[in-house]
């Protein structure tokens, strides 16, 4: 209650613009996911590793646009990128050469020979299915309980439930995320856990003989929606024979991973090439821009006109000058060695308060992202991320983020994400927040 009360006295501009953008914007605000109790914090400007709200209150950035803003805010070199496209035109329709050096950057550090672009994550998901539907000739797709791909159809099925609900590990519930998601369409979705080579072959092994072989298996390489889940030793690698074996596209949703856990994401990472990659958040460095990657057999589908992979504002020039200006001048091999000491930091930190007060958790990091997990024992797939939701010590530490100038995500679903402007006295400021509220909790 006190942490509350702090926070809404912080916050009276944000309180009063709230009450204003209610009588136009649906909930007074842009999206759902923008939704906060009692009032959303509306942001006014943001310059490196800070944003600045309507109050005037500066905090440290570790919520960085859902994990988009790796490059921090108003970098200089997408800024002058950006500032001398605005000036040539804005928006064509027609390819520009950025859009073409992009995509040989992103062929490069990838190992994938083609690509094209959309306008965010769902989209790169939305049609890195439908491709992978129409190269195979199948509707069926396989995810992993618990992960988010995006906010179409395909892929809002299974993403969190109450805990018991979730089904047999062999026969994992197929159940839409929210009303308005055809009931053809949640069927055709099918979980699997996450960190489970064996359960995922035994399913697609009855959707075969069901004949409903799968078209397409997605999936983040490491989970970044239960806070941070890495993949256990051998689990990619099975994954990826098992999807070769019986002819099913293997697609990694690198839209939180790609650029900000390695320069070419978790394919790099972690060393498991999948035959498509979907990409979206940090690529555009602020401005909207999703990616498709893929192998030449896959993208055969769309060079022969069998599939559409469209949109008006696809390869928009705005963009991919910052994705060039990004890729060129900020995410160098530099970047990615300063974002993980810069982690490293944080996860030492976060580590030894949570040992000095004896919290159940621990931390958890790469490169660039982190979080730390409430919960006694490790969190290996969506099972036991439920089984141990401490949401209210989660919303403590919003709180306590929030009062002492941690800008964060609230949750336990999200996790932190350094930017390349970050320093070691930004991180410290974390650190101390919850180091508070660790010694609030146990005293
Ligand atoms: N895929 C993953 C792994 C995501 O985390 C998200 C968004 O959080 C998406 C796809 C959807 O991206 P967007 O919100 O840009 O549509």
Redo the contacts with the bound molecule.
């Keep these: 209650a006190r942490e509350s009360a702090r926070l809404d006295e912080r916050t009276p501009a944000s309180a009063a613009l709230y009450a204003r953008a209610r009588q136009t914007l649906s909930g007074g605000v842009a999206s759902s996911y923008q939704v906060r109790d009692p009032w959303p914090i509306y942001l006014e400007r943001g310059e490196g590793s800070a944003v600045w709200d309507v109050d005037g209150n500066r905090m440290v950035d570790f919520h960085n646009g ?1 994990g988009s803003m790796v490059q921090g805010h108003a970098h200089p070199a997408i800024t002058e990128a950006v500032t001398a496209r605005i000036t040539r035109g804005t928006h064509f329709a027609a390819p520009t050469e950025d859009a073409v050096v992009v995509g040989e950057e992103l062929k490069r550090r990838w190992g994938l020979p083609r690509w094209r672009y959309v306008n ?6 939305m049609d890195a299915i439908r491709i992978a539907r129409a190269l195979t000739g199948r509707d069926t797709i396989v995810k992993v309980f618990g ?5 179409h159809d395909y892929v809002m099925v299974s993403i969190g439930v109450p805990y018991g609900e979730i089904g047999d590990r062999d026969d994992l519930a197929s159940l839409p995320y929210g009303a308005g998601i055809p009931q053809s369409s949640v069927d055709m979705t099918i979980p699997v856990p996450f960190n489970d080579a064996p359960a995922m072959e035994r399913r697609i092994e009855r959707l075969i003989a069901e004949g409903r072989k799968p078209a397409a298996v997605i999936m ?1 390489a490491a989970m ?2 239960l806070g941070i889940v890495l993949p256990e030793p051998g689990y990619l690698e099975a994954v990826r024979e098992i999807t070769r074996r019986h002819g099913i596209v293997l697609i990694f ?1 690198e ?2 991973t790609g650029l900000c856990i390695a320069a070419g994401g978790a394919t790099e990472r972690f060393g498991v090439t999948p035959d498509m990659v ?1 990409l ?2 940090a690529l555009g460095g602020g401005l909207p821009l ?1 990616a498709i990657g893929g192998t030449e057999e896959v993208f055969e589908a769309v060079e022969s006109g069998k599939v559409y992979q469209v949109g008006t504002y696809n390869g928009n020039p705005l963009g991919v000058a910052a994705a060039r200006a990004s890729l060129e001048k900020v995410l160098t091999p530099e970047a990615y060695a300063h974002l993980d000491a810069l982690n490293e930091h944080m996860v030492t930190g976060c580590q030894a308060v949570i040992e000095e007060f004896g919290l159940p958790g621990y931390a958890v990091g790469v490169a660039s992202k982190g979080c730390v997990t409430f919960a006694p024992e490790k969190i290996v797939d969506y099972e036991s991320f439920k089984k141990y939701q401490d949401g209210e010590l989660a919303d403590l530490a919003w709180l306590y983020n929030m009062n002492r100038g941690v800008f964060m995500t609230p949750g336990r679903e999200e996790e932190w994400t350094l930017s390349v402007q970050h320093t070691i006295a930004d991180c410290d400021v974390f650190i101390d927040a919850f180091a508070q509220l660790a010694a609030d909790l146990t005293r």
């Design positions: 859902f965010s994550g769902s989209e790169a998901t992960s988010y791909h995006g906010h983040e970044m929606n949703d839209v939180k979907t979206a958040k999703g």
